[in-house]
């Protein structure tokens, strides 16, 4: 059974979410714009979600997080929570 881990950091629109993807590609610090931003009450960590397997987020955020490259940063993501930065920290297939 296929496992990943990820962070993510959740906002409003889109344009916002641009904006933090931006920043992270500066050099800015995932987890830290994660605590100053996001609307999911992971982001008090970090935007740390855990480990999981498919099916347990929505299909979007499934979509991404068992096809992406670990490592980089994806998004924007929408979904009917809002809009997503993501980041695959680890997958087993």
């Known amino acids: 059974m296929a ?3 990820a962070r993510h950091i959740l906002v409003s629109n889109e344009v916002q ?3 933090l993807k931006s920043q992270i590609e500066a050099g800015a610090e995932f987890a830290e714009l994660a605590k100053q931003h ?3 009450p992971s982001g008090a960590q970090g935007g740390e979600l855990g480990s999981f397997g498919p099916g347990q987020m929505v299909p979007e955020f499934d979509k991404v997080v068992f096809s992406a490259p ?3 940063v994806q ?3 929408k979904t009917q ?3 997503h930065l993501l980041e695959v920290t680890s997958r087993e297939d």
């Open 17 to 19: 979410c641009a904006d």
């Open 75 to 77: 998004g924007p993501v």
């Open 38 to 40: 996001s609307s999911c």
């Open 70 to 72: 670990v490592g980089e």
């Open 3 to 5: 496992r990943a881990s």
């Open 81 to 83: 929570f809002g809009y």
